[in-house]
């Protein structure tokens, strides 16, 4: 099978190794890995700040990019895929050859857990990672793109991982995109929430699937001079301790 | 409190949430949203429920004009009187007149939400009408001065410290801090105004159009107290409150208070059709109905967020969302607040008012997941931050040209490959004198409006380089 890679424009900045790690794990699947190197951002922090008009050429450019190969696309970000399937489709009038593009590609863009659990049907990479876990779901991730399940099973997976339960799980880190610079107080008390039910879960790690929430959260951990790494998912599964 | 708010400034409230206001609020909303959880487990028809709701909700609104005259007809038809309001001036005018032709000197007041937005409290006691809450949450609220913090519970942001205190200021009682002694205290205080009062305030929480009849669900027995001992019923009442029949309200009911307070039921629905029809009877003489639209209409107008008025004012998104949770009502600046207050108050406010509270949400869409009427609010918190910065039909552009600048240099950066690329390439150089370790500890404005919070990670940007120099495997696009 092939696939192509979405890396995003948050994950290529600061997460080139989440990145290379994805690949490792796709490939050691079988998957055979496609690059569109023309990618550059899908568009959603001008989308979701309220610029429609200036969220257009970039996704006309992210369609026409992913659209050279009619391989499934997979990315280790909810809330781009979230982006691509949800809202690509309404930014062009139905009836258009756009709209028709968009929604013929929101159907083959996956999460990368998605893409594992639900296309490759793999819930084991072999990873081992003998460390306590704590899970914090990522928001468009779990509501966008309905993913209740994935991440965990992916995690229930990995040898000698302890998943611990995390309080308010399901509650926002406070990320938010342009939310946390609109509204850095509101964005801090959030973050704040998050970091000390993190800690008091007693977990040596906590993992998430968008590199929003890992910057949030790592940063907030750092902030605390807490030694719990905050982690992508990937990162996890391709741990072999 | 709650006169119409000329500007709402959410970000500067946020800068300075009182200390006390989060833990208040969250004891609250947690415990109710246990209960709701609850509920809500024990009913396997539960989404179903919520889908059959929003259909009713929408199929109103989309015929409102039709109920609107049917339920007029059938209230006009059980002897009660029916008065149109434009807008809040309007409305707080036909209540003045009423009071004036009856002579009303005291009124006593239901908990309502329409008379919050038109501020008529204020009306009222300037006309030298003495005016007094029964709710005991608005009956605290009035004490301290303020408007309502919450939908259904007005005085959440208070502790029972600081409502004791309140009732040793303005009572000039001896309260202790216990919630049955503060309710005894407020009980004698109210008991005496019921039997006093010659006209009667209430809104509503639902309206049926078949036959006219207002319907009020609330906890407290005060409801019934000011809706059948005066002489003289005045409600108002939002012409969105109105439902096609009693088959739809029971739809409503179902929801209305398992998501509010997890109640199945609350401990009073009272079910009112105009006045007293014969001497011998009790209840008011006169019932007044008064339908404020106050800029309604034209919210209905527009397709995505005519969606906001669905809304049955459980106050479920308040409670599940963790911006309210960490501000409180206040920061929302009217009547209403939390994520429906984020989508409503802009629209009929308008966004050069309330263009910041789009803004006030970081779209983790846990309110949507729980709105009994399936409102799609993160859709229409999109649609009105674009109405702030781009403008649509419905108003706007309101952002400062800066905001605009900003957008159109950053798609212009990831718009053009070769300089994203490049942009790419060459910031982590660039940042390297600011970097310590793995971090940015500050960045220069506005970016310090990350920094001052948490750290920034360093850019460190190579996945292009290093997948350029794997032996190749995959394919070429």
């Keep these: ?241 | 409190m709650s006169q119409t708010p000329v500007s709402i400034n959410f970000g500067a409230y946020s800068e300075h949430v009182p200390a006390n206001i989060p833990a208040a609020v969250q004891q609250a909303t947690g415990r109710f949203l246990g209960n709701r959880q609850a509920r809500v487990a024990e009913m396997p028809q539960w989404e179903a429920l919520r889908q059959a709701a929003s259909d009713i909700r929408l199929h109103t609104l989309m015929h409102l004009d039709a109920y609107l005259e049917k339920l007029a007809a059938q209230v006009t038809a059980a002897g009660g009187q029916v008065h149109w309001a434009a807008d809040a001036a309007a409305a707080r005018q036909t209540v003045l007149e009423i009071a004036r032709q009856h002579n009303v000197r005291q009124a006593v007041k239901v908990k309502s939400m329409a008379t919050e937005e038109i501020g008529l409290n204020h009306a009222l006691q300037e006309a030298g009408i003495e005016v007094l809450e029964t709710d005991l949450g608005e009956f605290i609220i009035q004490l301290a001065g303020t408007g309502p913090s919450h939908i259904i519970v007005p005085a959440v942001h208070l502790t029972k410290e600081e409502i004791a205190e309140l009732f040793r200021q303005k009572l000039g009682v001896d309260a202790p801090a216990d919630p049955i002694k503060l309710t005894e205290i407020a009980r004698a205080t109210l008991r005496q105004k019921f039997l006093a009062a010659d006209m009667g305030i209430s809104g509503a929480n639902f309206l049926v159009a078949e036959t006219g009849t207002l319907i009020t669900v609330t906890n407290e027995g005060n409801g019934r107290m000011c809706t059948t001992l005066p002489d003289l019923h005045v409600a108002v009442v939002g012409i969105d409150k109105v439902v096609p029949d009693w088959e739809s309200l029971t739809v409503l009911l179902k929801l209305l208070a398992r998501s509010a307070t997890g109640q199945k039921l609350s401990t009073y629905t009272s079910f009112i059709t105009g006045p007293r029809r014969a001497e011998g009877e009790f209840g008011p003489k006169e019932f007044h109905l008064i339908l404020l639209d106050n800029g309604r209409s034209r919210v209905l107008q527009d397709p995505l967020g005519r969606q906001a008025l669905k809304c049955i004012r459980c106050g479920c998104c308040l409670n599940v969302c963790p911006v309210y949770k960490n501000v409180g009502g206040f920061a929302y600046g009217w009547f209403i607040s939390g994520p429906v207050g984020s989508i409503f108050s802009p629209q009929i406010l308008g966004v050069g008012a309330a263009g910041q509270l789009p803004f006030a949400s970081s779209l983790c869409g846990a309110c949507a997941e729980v709105c009994p009427v399936k409102i799609p609010i993160p859709d229409i918190l999109l649609h009105l931050r674009r109405r702030v910065v781009e403008g649509d039909a419905f108003g706007g552009p309101s952002a400062p040209a800066t905001i605009r600048l900003g957008a159109w240099l950053g798609t212009l950066a990831f718009g053009v490959p070769w300089l994203y690329r490049l942009g790419t390439r060459l910031l982590p150089g660039l940042t390297a004198i600011l970097r310590r370790g793995e971090w940015i500890p500050a960045l220069p404005p506005p970016a310090n409006r990350w920094t001052k919070v948490r750290p920034f990670p360093a850019f460190a940007a190579r996945f292009r380089q290093w997948w350029g120099k794997r032996p190749l495997r995959g394919g070429k696009p």
Excluded at chain 1, 31 to 40: A, G, M
Excluded at chain 1, 127 to 134: D, E, L, M, R
């Design chain 1, 1 to 241: 099978m092939q696939a192509q890679l979405f890396i995003t424009c948050l994950g290529e900045q600061f997460y080139p190794g989440m990145l290379e790690k994805m690949v490792g794990i796709l490939e050691a699947l079988g998957v055979q890995l496609i690059f569109p190197e023309e990618q550059t951002c899908c568009g959603q922090p001008f989308f979701n700040s309220g610029f429609r008009q200036r969220t257009l050429p970039l996704a006309r450019r992210w369609l026409q990019t992913f659209s050279r190969s009619q391989a499934p696309i997979v990315s280790p970000s909810g809330s781009c895929v979230d982006m691509v399937r949800h809202h690509y489709a309404e930014l062009f009038p139905e009836g258009t050859p756009e709209h028709q593009m968009a929604l013929e590609t929101a159907a083959r863009t996956f999460e990368f857990s998605e893409f594992l659990v639900h296309q490759l049907g793999v819930t084991d990479v072999g990873a081992s990672f003998p460390h306590k876990v704590t899970y914090h779901a990522s928001c468009h991730y779990l509501r966008g793109l309905g993913l209740r399940q994935e991440a965990k099973q992916l995690l229930a997976a990995v040898r000698g991982l302890e998943l611990i339960p995390l309080v308010e799980e399901e509650t926002c880190c406070g990320f938010g995109g342009v939310f946390s610079v609109v509204y850095p107080e509101v964005s801090r008390a959030m973050m704040e929430a998050k970091v000390r039910n993190i800690i008091a879960s007693g977990a040596e790690a906590v993992v998430a699937c968008d590199a929003g929430c890992l910057m949030n959260i790592s940063g907030g951990l750092q902030k605390a001079a807490s030694p719990i790494r905050a982690m992508h998912l990937i990162e996890v599964l391709a741990e072999r301790e």
